[in-house]
């Protein structure tokens, strides 16, 4: 990811109502208006935008709800985590210890970057490590025996 690639993303997450339009649009599995939505955006629908992103091309809007989208799905992942580990400590009815979990200040760490930094994305290690722990944690069978 570029430089470049970042201040295109920042637009999204600077703009709210942008960002839930797209948002809304990636969930009901319209990628094509959720790019249409992202260039009328920066062809001056609205006048706060800065001037390097007037008249951007078509392929620089698909790249940048491409990167947004991969993003959105990434976090949505995350959000699942936590909630798996809550679920898993609520099922065991050991409060505390979610409370002083690490796991869950690595995910909620992980998810405060991934929201407020343009510049920042997940290493494939991290994503290695989130996988596993998503099978530690999710309640099957074999975990509920423990429980």
Same mark, same amino acid.
């Given at each position: ?14 703009n ?32 706060? +935008?800065?001037?390097?992103?007037? =008249? *951007? $091309?078509?392929?620089?809007? #698909? @790249?940048?709800i491409?990167i !947004? ?40 760490e992980?998810?405060?970057?991934? +929201?407020?930094?343009?510049?920042? =994305? *997940? $290493?494939?290690?991290?994503? #290695? @490590?989130?996988?596993?722990? !998503? ?13």
């Amino acid at each position: 990811m570029t430089v470049k690639d970042t201040n295109w993303l920042e637009l999204i997450y600077d703009n709210g109502d942008l960002r839930i339009t797209i948002d809304e649009y990636l969930a009901d599995g319209y990628k094509i208006n959720a790019i249409k939505e992202f260039k009328l955006f920066c062809n001056g629908v609205v006048s706060s +935008i800065p001037e390097w992103a007037n =008249k *951007p $091309t078509l392929r620089r809007c #698909k @790249d940048t709800i491409d990167i !947004y989208a991969n993003r959105l799905n990434i976090t949505t992942k995350m959000e699942l985590l936590k909630k798996t580990i809550r679920d898993y400590y609520n099922s065991k009815g050991d409060y505390l210890s979610l409370h002083t979990n690490t796991d869950t200040d690595f995910i909620n760490e992980a998810y405060d970057k991934m +929201i407020s930094s343009a510049e920042w =994305k *997940p $290493t494939a290690k991290i994503l #290695k @490590d989130m996988n596993n722990l !998503y099978n530690k944690y999710k309640l099957t069978k074999r975990n509920l025996k423990n429980v």
